[in-house]
Every structure is written in structure tokens, then in C-alpha cells.
């Protein structure tokens, strides 16, 4: 289920933290919608997996590489 304009209200609460803030705790990343959309890839057979491949990706280019 999608929560119109839902990056909307949060964005201003959003603080950006140094990865190393973070050592030692628990994160949780939803890749459902990652998931859902990289299952609609055509030629699966190419890239078996494929939805693991881009989620992977995706968390990695999010956390690691924004800052």
C-alpha cells in the first residue's frame, strides 16, 4: 500500500547521519517496492535474480555512497 505524498511530510524531520553513526545497531530496509518492480523485468532469463541484484544496489548506493 502507497502512502500518498508520504516523502512529503517526512522529508523535513529527515536527518542525515554518518554511516559510522550507526555501528552496532539494528537497520531495516523495506525493499518490497525494489522488489515488486524488478520482478516485472521481461527477460529474467538473462539475470536470474535480477530483484537481488538491484536491491542490493539500491541499499548499497543509499547508505554507502550518499553523503
Avoid: F, H
Wanted: some cysteine; charged content about 25%.
Amino acid at each position: 500500500m502507497d502512502v500518498k505524498d508520504l516523502w512529503n511530510v517526512l522529508s523535513p524531520l529527515c536527518e542525515r547521519k554518518p554511516l559510522y553513526e550507526l555501528q552496532g545497531k539494528n537497520i531495516a530496509i523495506d525493499l518490497s517496492g525494489w522488489v515488486v518492480d524488478s520482478q516485472t523485468i521481461v527477460d529474467n532469463a538473462v539475470q536470474p535474480r535480477m530483484y537481488l541484484r538491484l536491491s542490493y544496489k539500491q541499499c548499497i548506493s543509499r547508505t554507502l555512497w550518499e553523503r
